[in-house]
């Protein structure tokens, strides 16, 4: 399983495990919110951050910068978007599960 970004022209593999012979595996795309005072120049972006969840535990794939998510970057998308995607050999999804919050850690007791 990899995570990768795509900016543009620009591709990134931010991280990958070897998930060969495990039945299921959870993929997770979790947001971090922003630190730092409000209003200052020390007051970053959020985080968008991608795990993998298997009978091992879960790992973080990696991370990206949550403003190249945004519709200044995106171009002409607003809001954020998910999706599945294959791109060589064969994927068997058996779910697919949105759950959203303004708090993070209401999302922990979702798993």
């Known amino acids: 399983m990899r995570a990768v970004a795509r900016i543009g022209s620009l591709v990134s593999v931010l991280g990958e495990t070897e998930i060969g012979g ?11 919110p922003a630190t730092g005072r409000v209003f200052s120049t020390e007051f970053g972006s959020d985080e968008i951050i991608a795990t993998a969840g298997g009978p091992g535990g879960v790992i973080e794939l990696g991370r990206v910068d949550g ?3 945004s519709t200044e970057v995106a171009g002409g998308m607003t809001g954020r978007m998910i999706g599945v995607f294959c791109d060589r050999g064969e994927m068997t999804v058996r ?3 949105y759950t959203g919050s303004d708090d993070p850690d209401a999302l922990d007791a979702v798993g």
Do not use: G, I, K, Q
């Open 67 to 69: 403003r190249y998510f």
């Open 22 to 32: 495990v039945p299921d595996v959870t993929l997770a795309l979790r947001m971090e």
């Open 95 to 97: 779910s697919f599960t």
